[in-house]
C-alpha cells in the first residue's frame, strides 16, 4: 500500500499508509489528521487546503478550473497550494509529502 | 466649440446613456440580492455587461473584474500581483515598466519600493516605442512584473505587445497591460499579447467617467491581493456593490467599441492625415511626436516652431484641446513639461511647444478643417485671436 507524509502544523512529520482510490483530505480522516473538510469533497470550501511539497507538486495532476476558484479563497495560500479532496492516491503519489497552512478560512462563509 | 481632447475623455454615446437608464429608475435592485426577481434581472445586466467588455479583448466573462476606472485597476493590477507574490514567499521583486506611463502606472510601481520591490524604468526611442532588446536585458534578472501601456496616452503610439509580450512570458514574469486609451481603437486580444492583467476604462470609449475594469487571466490563475476589505463581489478582488447602471453603459459602450472601432478608426485615421496636412502646408516646421505609423487614429502630437502651446490655446477658445495629458495637470492650473515628451527626446521648450490633439467618433469634417484654420493662425506670432 502506498504511503504518504503529512507535515503538521508543529512541524512533525507523520507518515501513514494512503490507500489507493482515496484522496488526501480522506487519507487524513482515515488518521485523524486534523484537516477539516467542511464541504466533504464537493469542491464548495478551502478548508482541505494543503501545501504540496515542491518535488511532488508538478507529479500532480493540474488543479481544475473549480478548484482554483476554490484556493482563490483559501487562507495563506502559497504557491504549490492545492486542496486535499482533489488529490487521489494512486501508484505515482506513493511517498507524497503535504504540509497543513497555518490556518483556514471556510469560503463557505 | 470644437472638441478635440479624445485622449482627455470621450462624450458619452447617446446609445449608451440609454441603455443606462432604466437601470437607476424602474430596474434598480442590487445585483447581489439574488433572492429576489429585480437583484437577480440587475444580476443578469451585469454578466451581459461583462460578456461585451470580454469580448472586447477576447477575454472569458469570468476573467473580467469591474472597477472605479483605470486608476483603480492599475492600482488593483501592480500592487495586488506585487503583494500576493510577496505574501506566497516568491523572492521576485523586480517591476519593469516604461518612462512614458501614465502616471497611475509609474507611480504605483515607485510606489512599491517602500515595500521592498525594485521599480525599473525603461527608456522608450525617440518614436516612443520600446526597443525589445531593451526590454530582453532587463529580464535578465528575474523579473515579478512587467507593465507595458498598449497605446500612449499622449503621443498615441502602439506599443508591438505580442513581441514584448512573448519575451516577458519567456522571462516568466508577469505580464500587466493599461489598455485605457486602446480599447475601442485598436484591436485587443489578450492571448496574443500574452497579457496577464489589462486595465480598461469606459470614458476613453464614449463610457460614462467613474466605471473601468480588469481582465485578471484565470488559466494560468493569476493571483492578486485585493486593494479593499468587504464582501465578497467581483470573485473577492474588488468588494463594494456593482454600479448596475455604470457597469451596463460600460458593457454597451465596449459591444459598440467592437461593432463600429474598425469603421471609427478608418474615419479618425483619414480625418488626422487631413488635419496634419493642412497644418504642415500652413505652418513650416511643424512636427510630429512619436512613431508617425504606430499610431492610434485621431492622435496628433504636434511641436509648434514659434508659440508656447498655452498661447495657442489662449489664441483659440474655441477649441478643446491640451498641451498634455490632462492628468498631470497640477491642482494649481500649471501645466509642467510633459514627461512622455522629455522622455522620446524633446527639450523642455520644445515640450511647451506641443499640442495633443484627439479626434474621436463625433469629430466632423468640417470640425477638423475649421480646427486647422484656427491652429494655423493661432500658431503664427503675435496674434491676438484668431478663433471666434
Redesign the interface.
Known amino acids: 500500500m502506498p504511503k504518504m507524509t503529512f507535515v503538521e502544523r508543529d512541524g512533525t512529520h507523520r507518515e501513514v499508509d494512503a490507500p489507493l482510490g482515496l484522496s488526501v483530505l480522506e487519507v487524513a480522516h482515515k488518521h485523524g489528521v486534523d484537516l477539516e473538510g467542511a464541504c466533504e469533497g464537493s469542491l464548495a470550501c478551502s478548508t482541505c487546503h494543503v501545501v504540496i511539497d515542491a518535488e511532488w507538486f508538478n507529479k500532480l495532476t493540474p488543479p481544475t478550473e473549480d478548484e482554483e476558484d476554490m484556493l482563490d479563497l483559501a487562507f495563506g495560500l502559497e504557491e504549490t497550494s492545492r486542496l486535499g479532496c482533489q488529490i487521489v492516491i494512486d501508484e505515482a503519489l506513493d511517498g507524497l509529502v503535504v504540509k497543513l497552512p497555518a490556518g483556514t478560512r471556510n469560503a463557505q462563509g | 466649440m470644437i472638441y478635440l481632447d479624445n485622449h482627455a475623455t470621450t462624450p458619452c454615446d447617446p446609445r449608451v446613456i440609454e441603455a443606462m437608464l432604466p437601470w437607476f429608475t424602474t430596474r434598480f435592485g442590487n445585483a447581489g440580492s439574488v433572492e429576489h426577481a429585480l437583484g437577480r434581472e440587475a444580476a443578469e445586466a451585469v454578466e451581459t455587461a461583462r460578456g461585451h467588455v470580454a469580448r472586447l479583448i477576447g477575454a472569458a466573462a469570468t476573467e473580467i473584474v469591474f472597477t472605479s476606472g483605470a486608476t483603480e485597476s492599475n492600482n488593483l493590477a501592480i500592487k495586488g500581483a506585487a503583494r500576493f507574490a510577496q ?4 523572492g521576485r521583486r523586480r517591476i519593469v515598466t516604461l518612462a512614458t506611463e501614465h502616471h497611475a502606472v509609474l507611480d504605483c510601481v515607485t510606489d512599491l519600493a517602500g515595500e521592498g520591490f525594485e521599480p525599473v524604468i525603461l527608456p522608450v526611442g525617440r518614436d516612443g516605442l520600446l526597443a525589445p532588446d531593451v526590454l530582453a536585458e532587463a529580464l535578465r534578472l528575474p523579473t515579478l512584473l512587467v507593465s507595458i501601456m498598449a497605446v500612449n496616452n499622449e503621443i498615441g503610439v502602439i506599443q508591438d505587445l505580442p513581441l514584448l509580450g512573448a519575451l516577458v512570458k519567456e522571462a516568466g514574469a508577469a505580464f500587466h497591460v493599461d489598455a485605457a486609451q486602446a480599447a475601442g481603437r485598436v484591436p485587443l486580444d489578450v492571448s496574443a499579447a500574452r497579457a496577464d492583467l489589462v486595465s480598461l476604462s469606459a470614458h476613453k470609449m464614449y463610457g460614462p467617467k467613474g466605471i473601468g475594469a480588469l481582465y485578471v487571466r ?2 494560468p ?1 493569476m ?1 492578486l491581493l485585493p486593494l479593499l476589505s468587504g464582501g ?1 463581489q467581483e ?2 478582488l474588488r468588494p463594494g456593490t456593482l454600479p448596475v447602471p455604470m457597469i451596463v453603459a460600460m458593457g454597451e459602450a465596449a459591444r459598440l467599441a467592437l461593432a463600429e472601432g474598425g469603421a471609427d478608426a478608418e474615419r479618425l485615421g483619414r480625418q488626422a492625415d487631413r488635419l496634419l496636412a493642412l497644418l504642415r502646408a500652413a505652418v513650416p516646421g511643424l512636427t510630429l511626436n512619436g512613431h508617425a505609423e504606430r499610431r492610434v487614429a485621431g492622435n496628433l502630437n504636434l511641436t509648434f516652431p514659434q508659440r508656447a502651446a498655452v498661447d495657442i490655446l489662449q489664441a483659440s477658445p474655441g477649441l478643446c484641446l491640451s498641451t498634455s495629458s490632462a492628468c498631470t495637470t497640477s491642482a494649481d492650473g500649471g501645466v509642467g513639461p510633459s514627461h512622455v515628451l522629455t522622455a522620446i527626446g524633446l527639450s523642455p521648450a520644445e515640450a511647451r511647444r506641443s499640442l495633443r490633439i484627439g479626434l474621436g467618433r463625433f469629430t466632423s469634417g468640417q470640425d477638423v478643417e475649421a480646427a486647422a484654420t484656427h491652429l494655423a493662425a493661432a500658431s503664427q506670432p503675435q496674434v491676438a485671436s484668431a478663433a471666434e
Do not use: I, P
Not at chain 2, 505574501?87 to 516568491?90: L, P, T
Open positions: 505574501s506566497v514567499g516568491d484565470r488559466r490563475r493571483r465578497g470573485r473577492g
